[in-house]
């Protein structure tokens, strides 16, 4: 435990530059969820943006890794695959659920501020768990394309696998003649008491672990 | 194996391959309290060799025992008690020594944060200053400094003292011959720069092309081999068991012998001159037999 | 204790080694019991291997110059005034014997070779009395 410490440890303070960064996205979503605050959708926007934010943000430290070349040096350290693994993602799974609950605080105050109507905890609870589970298909094809391909190349795969999700979707939208598939995120406050968030967390979690067992399968063999 | 006590380092019939690249057949034994310098040129095998007993690249075939224990089974007890340098590779520049000094008390269990603290004072390396900033020296000094903090009685470097100027290579030489003080812990560092291993090396391993063409202590290869340098005529009377190779020059030859007090008994040569490292290398790698 | 190492000399660095702390025994600079410097200490501070060095007390412990305990350290030996004088003098009839090979080649006669000698052991009285002649002349 006390490696996977270390390495986190490695990561949160390679990403300290970043800190400034991520504050000023942060002011910035924030003046404009107040500006902007009236109409009710703001609250997504800014849980899906910040949880978004702090999980690419996270995705830096790969590139720190990459221009040190500290794969071989981190693996003369007594430590395996596994855990090296394991670290990167707690780190980017655990910056991506403090995005959410960022954004969650945000929206609370924005509401209040704004006065535009009493928070929904429900509902914001909801949106977040929507964003986590959207940004966690970006980032699991993207951490096992950065180990195959490099941050630069990787990125680019990444892009070119989003696409191709979206483009199946869409596909299968058009084809059921069901747009609400796509949309239904619209139709959140209706569905808050469903199974649905707890099917998406389950969802989520089995993303993450495939898209581990794929970065294990790729680390493995290079 | 009982009879391995005295070795720290053991490598048996190491081969890889990979692309055009082969390393082949590669043994080696570094006894305790011993540093062996692993030469060769860019590319002969080096980084590979080191990389291989470190488990950091997969090998096809060999086996390899660190403190009698076999570094497959048992990785990361036998990592605990190993201090690494590598040429091409370190954590990122954005990190501050204090940085790492938080990093390495988890990752270690026998880190000595006082002690980390101390080789920094000593090597005059700023505590709160991003390595980015430090110039060559200073970097290889940190990286060091962080190798040897954990008590590890096995030191592998790669290509520590390239790029650095005299002086900061022989303060390097230095803080090598503190670490084997002790008589307990041994060092393996590569260099393909000879001049600063030919005095401290206990033991020097030549590869070349993927293949230890030898591995010998010091005295053995530099107070024994010679190189005789004679006319053609008389290299033609050299018995070609006598000599190892030889290189043709355009005034005389060069002709590497492996034992120049046997030679000079046998033959009648003016001309037999104590070797250096880089002597030996070049007849080696560019002469004939 | 003062020990110089060449590279420029075609002699092997333990034997310099060797050679210099044996004449700082036989010219009593070292005395017998004197605790030499470790092996790895002495190494650190002239640069060479620890071989280098091992091999340089080996051979000091062969000729019986020093005698190592173990977990101890390298000690002066008890010197050993006939062994050392014997040593010395092999050493010298070798020299002379090049020597005197060098004189039949040569055709430098014995007279001429004892002369030498005699002026060669004379130098000291010479230069004794060096200052007396100055005055003469």
């Known amino acids: 435990m006390n490696i996977i410490k270390g390495l986190l440890i490695k990561d949160i303070l390679q990403l300290k530059s970043y800190w400034k960064t991520t504050i000023i996205y942060i002011v910035v979503f924030t003046l404009i969820g107040i500006t902007q605050g009236t109409s009710g959708g703001v609250e997504m926007v800014i849980i899906l943006m910040l949880t978004l934010g702090f999980g690419m943000f996270t995705m830096a430290s790969f590139n720190y890794d990459e221009q040190a070349k500290a794969d071989s040096y981190i693996l003369s350290f007594p430590l395996d695959i596994k855990q090296v693994l394991v670290s990167k993602y707690i780190l980017v799974i655990s910056a991506t659920v403090i995005g959410a609950i960022v954004g969650i605080i945000f929206s609370i105050i924005i509401d209040i501020n704004t006065k535009a109507f009493f928070p929904d905890f429900g509902v914001l609870l909801y949106v977040a768990i929507g964003s986590i589970f959207c940004i966690s298909i970006i980032e699991a094809i993207q951490i096992p394309c950065i180990y195959k391909w490099g941050s630069e190349k990787g990125r680019i795969h990444t892009i070119i696998a989003i696409a191709l999700i979206f483009l199946i979707i869409g596909g299968l939208a058009i084809i ?28 989520t979690a089995l993303i993450y672990y495939t898209s581990y067992k794929f970065s294990y399968k790729i680390y493995e063999s290079k | 194996m009982a009879n391995n006590n005295k070795n720290i ?72 008690d190993i201090g690494v340098v590598l040429d091409d590779s370190f954590l990122s520049e ?33 505590l709160k200053q991003e390595s980015k900033d430090f110039s060559s020296g200073m970097k290889v000094k940190l990286k060091i400094a962080i190798a040897i903090s954990h008590y590890p009685k096995l030191l592998i470097l790669d290509e520590p003292t390239s790029g650095l100027d005299p002086v900061a290579r022989s303060e390097i030489l230095d803080i090598f011959q503190d670490f084997i003080q002790d008589g307990e812990s041994s060092i393996l560092v590569s260099s393909h720069i000879t001049s600063d291993l030919e005095h401290i090396a206990d033991y ?34 050299i018995d070609e068991n006598d000599y190892e190779k030889y290189k043709i020059n355009k005034y005389e030859y060069d002709v590497l012998v492996s034992n120049k007090k046997e030679f000079k008994r046998k033959y009648d040569f003016k001309v037999i001159d104590k070797p250096t490292l880089d002597d030996i290398m070049l007849i080696y790698i560019k002469g004939e037999k | 204790m003062d020990i110089i190492i060449s590279n420029s000399v075609d002699t092997p660095l333990y034997e ?5 702390i044996k004449n700082k025994i036989v010219a009593n600079e070292l005395k017998a019991g004197e605790l030499l410097p470790s092996i790895r200490s002495l190494a650190k501070d002239l640069r060479i291997s620890v071989i280098t060095t091992k091999n340089a007390y080996d051979e000091l412990e062969k000729e019986g110059y020093v005698k190592t305990i173990p977990g101890k350290g390298t000690y002066v030996a008890n010197k050993n005034t006939e062994l050392i004088k014997e040593e010395q003098l092999q050493k010298v009839e070798g020299l002379i014997d090049t020597a005197v090979s060098i004189a039949k080649i040569s055709g430098i006669t014995k007279k001429e ?12 009285n010479e230069n004794k009395q060096k200052s007396i002649k100055g005055r003469k002349v």
């Open chain 2, 204 to 237: 020097i391993t030549f590869i070349n092309d993927g293949k230890i063409l030898l591995s010998k202590t010091r005295d053995e290869l530099l107070e024994q081999f010679g190189i005789v340098r004679c006319s053609k005529e008389d290299f033609e009377k």
């Open chain 2, 94 to 126: 954005h990190l501050t020594p204090k940085d790492i000094n938080q990093i390495m008390k988890n990752i270690y269990s026998n880190w000595d944060e006082d002690l980390f603290l101390e080789y920094l004072k000593d090597f005059k390396l700023p």
């Open chain 1, 176 to 203: 059921s003649q069901n747009n609400s598939i796509i949309f239904s995120i619209n139709a959140v406050p209706n569905a808050v008491d469903s199974f649905l968030p707890i099917f998406l967390i389950i969802l």
């Open chain 3, 16 to 20: 310099q080694v060797k050679e210099q």
């Open chain 2, 9 to 80: 380092l053991e490598v048996k019939n190491l081969n890889k391959e990979y692309n055009s690249f082969k390393l082949k057949d590669i043994n080696l034994s570094l006894p305790k309290g011993m540093i062996m310098g692993l030469i060769g040129e860019n590319g002969a095998g080096k980084t590979t060799t080191i990389k291989s007993i470190l488990n950091l690249t997969s090998i096809d075939s060999g086996e390899i025992n660190i403190f009698g224990m076999d570094m497959k089974e048992e990785a990361k007890k036998i990592k605990e």
């Open chain 3, 113 to 124: 070779i004892k002369e030498m000698l005699d002026i060669l052991y004379g130098e000291e």
